[in-house]
T-cell receptor
């Protein structure tokens, strides 16, 4: 079964600095998607970035970028120029396809990011 | 578009009571799903639906029922609430490679 592991329960970063959140996953499939979601105290799940496994180029979205290492099954999130509004819980997620059912997400346990002014 | 809406936002139940968590989306998405979020556990899939009239179990389906009579609505039913069902519940709809989450329902079972 596919699993997603986030080994950092909590992280802290100074405002304007860079922080990297780690995520590893286990799968036997060759084609899949990976996501990072942000969950602020409002509880809303916000998509930060996504990566298609067949693409070698790392995805970027403004200050957010990923380091996708398919062979190592690693998918880390880098936040540059951290802002106070980045403080939130961050979830790594894997999307797999089984028997025609699509869009089922497997989530990691989350990393709580604090941003220090 | 309102996106994905969930009602209620908060609910307190006594053990053994039943209730339905409502979920609706106005984006005409075929795929909808229910997740629960517990501390230290991330989000786990309860049930999902790939279209009206079609539902299937996810990772943690026990104690929950679903039905999908329309594309728009996907209610989650707790027939006999238990304290282990205290959690935050998220409904989501998806299209292609993107999931749209509702705001969540915080349920407490005493």
């Amino acid at each position: 079964a596919q699993t997603v592991t986030q080994s950092q329960p909590e992280m802290s970063v100074q405002e304007a600095e860079t922080v990297t959140l780690s995520c590893t996953y286990d799968t036997s499939e060759s084609d899949y998607y990976l996501f990072w979601y942000k969950q602020p105290p409002s509880r809303q799940m916000i998509l930060v970035i996504r990566q298609e496994a067949y693409k070698q180029q790392n995805a970027t979205e403004n200050r957010f970028s990923v380091n996708f290492q398919k062979a190592a099954k690693s998918f880390s999130l880098k936040i540059s120029d951290s802002q106070l509004g980045d403080a939130a819980m961050y979830f790594c997620a894997y999307r797999y396809l089984i028997g025609g059912a699509t869009n089922k997400l497997i989530f990691g346990t989350g990393t709580l990011l604090a941003v220090q002014p | 578009n309102a996106g994905v809406t969930q009602t209620p936002k908060f609910q307190v139940l006594k053990t053994g009571q039943s209730m339905t968590l409502q979920c609706a989306q106005d984006m005409n998405h075929e795929y909808m799903s229910w997740y629960r979020q517990d501390p230290g556990m991330g989000l786990r899939l309860i049930h999902y639906s790939v279209g009206a009239g079609i539902t299937d179990q996810g990772e943690v389906p026990n104690g929950y029922n679903v039905s999908r009579s329309t594309t728009e609505d996907f209610p989650l039913r707790l027939l006999s609430a238990a304290p282990s069902q205290t959690s935050v519940y998220f409904c989501a709809s998806s299209y292609r490679n993107r999931q749209f989450f509702g705001p969540g329902t915080r349920l407490t079972v005493l």
